[in-house]
Every structure is written in structure tokens, then in C-alpha cells.
């Protein structure tokens, strides 16, 4: 599915939630919801791709794939983050959106961890 047809989609789906808020919040909550979740495993489909060439040029490199690991993960926490604090905010929740914002930077700060440990390690390879 190309982009045009993605945001087609996205803005077919704003416009209804938006008609719909009017009369039935929560539906359009669903809906965003919905449309959110389709577009999104189109989204992953294309990532699959990048993964793979992710991979082909950590092995080119020498690049261990636990390097790219926590790349990887802090990537998807903040993807996660970032799209459920949207919907919870659209839900006029702000609060848990806040809440989940800040559990989403200290799960990224935990995953980066081995990441900070292998730049140790080299630097001190190094000196």
C-alpha cells in the first residue's frame, strides 16, 4: 500500500472520528483507534525490509546484532509511546498520557543500557 493510499485512509478516518465526536465520543476514540492499528502493521510490513538490510550491514561491518538491539527496542518504546500517549490524550486523559510518557523514557533509558555498556567496553578496549 503506498502513501497516498495510507493517507487517504488517515484522513478519511480523522474526518469520521471528527463527525462522530460530535455525537459519540467514544466511538471515535475506537475508530481513531482502528485506523491507527491498520495503519501501522502496514507500516511494519515495510520495516521488515529495513530490518533485514539492518542486519546485512552489522554483519558487513563487523557490528555485532547486539549492538543494534537496543537501537531497535528504544525505537519501538518510543513509537508505542508516542501513539498510545496520542490516543490517551485524544480520550481527554492527559494525566495517563503524562504518565505514560515519562514510563516510556525510563523504559528506554533501561533498554539503552546494554548499549552504554558496549560503548564502555570499546573505550576502554581503547585507552
Not at 495517563?96 to 533498554?111: Q, R
Amino acid at each position: 500500500m503506498d502513501i497516498l493510499k495510507l493517507a487517504a485512509l488517515a484522513v478519511t478516518a480523522a474526518l469520521c472520528a471528527l463527525v462522530l465526536r460530535k455525537r459519540v465520543p467514544e466511538l471515535a476514540v475506537v475508530l481513531a483507534l482502528a485506523a491507527g492499528i491498520l495503519l501501522m502493521s502496514r507500516a511494519m510490513e515495510a520495516l521488515a525490509g529495513v530490518r533485514g538490510l539492518m542486519d546485512a550491514l552489522a554483519r558487513t561491518a563487523g557490528v555485532s546484532p547486539e549492538v543494534w538491539k537496543p537501537v531497535v527496542k528504544i525505537v519501538g518504546i518510543g513509537v508505542v509511546t508516542r501513539l498510545s500517549a496520542a490516543v490517551c490524550k485524544d480520550a481527554g486523559e492527559g494525566g495517563v498520557a503524562a504518565f505514560l510518557e515519562t514510563a516510556g523514557g525510563a523504559l528506554a533509558l533501561f533498554a539503552a543500557l546494554p548499549l552504554v555498556e558496549t560503548v564502555f567496553d570499546t573505550l576502554g578496549d581503547l585507552l
